[in-house]
């Protein structure tokens, strides 16, 4: 398998774990006093987006991104990430008394979700990539790929915040 194939094989099998394990958290049971506090962190967040503009979602997103790039703690903590807003999924859902599974499948009617788990996936592959170029003493050429893909998800993160930012606003406006 050439390393282009094994390096799309990887991301594809990632970003499908990556969807599972927030459906994971998304359909997992949450108490009644947990979905509150979930929710009030999910309110507080929406203020701070308000007061401070897109940068909030953005800073938020690529802080996470950049802590999956790292090898063998990057998986842990995206995986770590991905359950927890399952869990918010669940929270919101169970408040508003909706199916957690449809809160979860209409998130990918919008574009910035799949920006966002496209990056995260890109993020926890190179991780790998780079834990296995450690032990193979390849880090120098991997180091070459893992700094171009930081730039391409800081990229799509951006864009991602933008729409996902100018989404909220037409939504509260509204």
Not at 89 to 94: F, L, N
Not at 130 to 151: D, H, N
Not at 152 to 169: N, P
Request: aromatic residues 14%; contains cysteine.
């Amino acid at each position: 398998m050439s390393r282009l194939k094994a390096r799309v094989a990887v991301f594809l099998a990632l970003l499908i774990l990556c969807i599972f394990i927030t459906m994971i958290g998304a359909t997992s049971e949450i108490e009644s006093e947990e979905a509150l506090k979930l929710s009030q962190n999910l309110n507080d967040l929406r203020e701070a987006t308000k007061t401070v503009g897109f940068q909030v979602i953005f800073g938020n997103n690529f802080m996470h991104a950049l802590i999956m790039f790292a090898p063998i703690l990057g998986p842990c903590w995206g995986f770590y990430v991905l359950y927890n807003t399952g869990r918010f999924i669940a929270a919101v859902s169970a408040l508003k008394r909706i199916n957690p599974v449809l809160t979860f499948f209409v998130m990918f009617f919008f574009p910035f979700t799949w920006m966002e788990y496209i990056s995260y996936a890109l993020a926890i592959s190179e991780s790998l990539f780079l834990a296995y170029s450690i032990f193979k003493r390849g880090l120098k050429a991997e180091f070459a790929s893992a700094s171009k893909l930081i730039v391409f998800c800081a990229a799509l993160l951006l864009v991602a915040a933008l729409i996902e930012f100018h989404i909220i606003s037409l939504l509260e406006s509204s």
